[in-house]
């Protein structure tokens, strides 16, 4: 049996953070990565993040024989849907999809989770409480367009043979916990 990844994506306020504490507190032997990428917008920013992508590959390709769970809160995913929504001054399709070739040969049970919000008001009041964050401007705007962006990376993904997609709704944890359990088969 391989090791699984689950990789968590989603918008700002969608509850990723959240998730990816309880997946840590419920999958024994697990490693918890949590990925917030650079802020170099310019085309310097995309070789940094390039060559800090295509290392956490070779990385992850060095861990695949080690019996650990791999839990990502966002990886080079949301660097790609941010490129495509204009929030950087470069395209990264061209990295975006050698990244996506070599994630897919990686021998793991891969699980790319997409959260979402089907009541985009909860986005206000989840934004508000996270005031903190300074890398882009939270807006239930801004969120909305990621939702509807990581939406399209999900439908791309059923391309990837050894990338199982799924989307949870994250407007009540408790349900979406339940949800998850189901897909991870965590008792």
Known sequence: MRNRMIVIEGPQGTG???????????IASSNLYRLSGQKDKTSEGK?????????????LKNMEDIPMDLIFDRT???????????????????VYQ?????????????????????DTD???????????HNYQSFSKENSVRQQN??????????ECRNVKTF???MDDFDEAYKKINQILNIN
């Not at 990723?16 to 840590?24: D, G, M």
């Open 16 to 26: 990723k953070t959240t998730l990816a504490n309880y997946l840590r507190e419920n």
């Open 47 to 59: 070789k940094i993040s390039r060559k800090m992508y295509n290392t956490l590959l070779k990385y």
């Open 76 to 94: 080079f995913f949301t660097e790609e849907v941010y490129a495509r929504l204009g929030f950087k001054e470069y395209r990264f399709t061209d």
């Open 98 to 118: 050698r990244l996506l070739e070599k994630f897919n040969e990686l021998n793991f049970d891969i699980y790319y989770i997409s959260l979402y919000l089907k």
């Open 122 to 132: 909860l986005f206000i009041k989840r934004l508000a409480r996270d005031s903190h």
């Open 149 to 158: 962006e990581y939406k399209n990376i999900v439908k791309e993904l059923k």
């Open 167 to 169: 989307e949870v709704a």
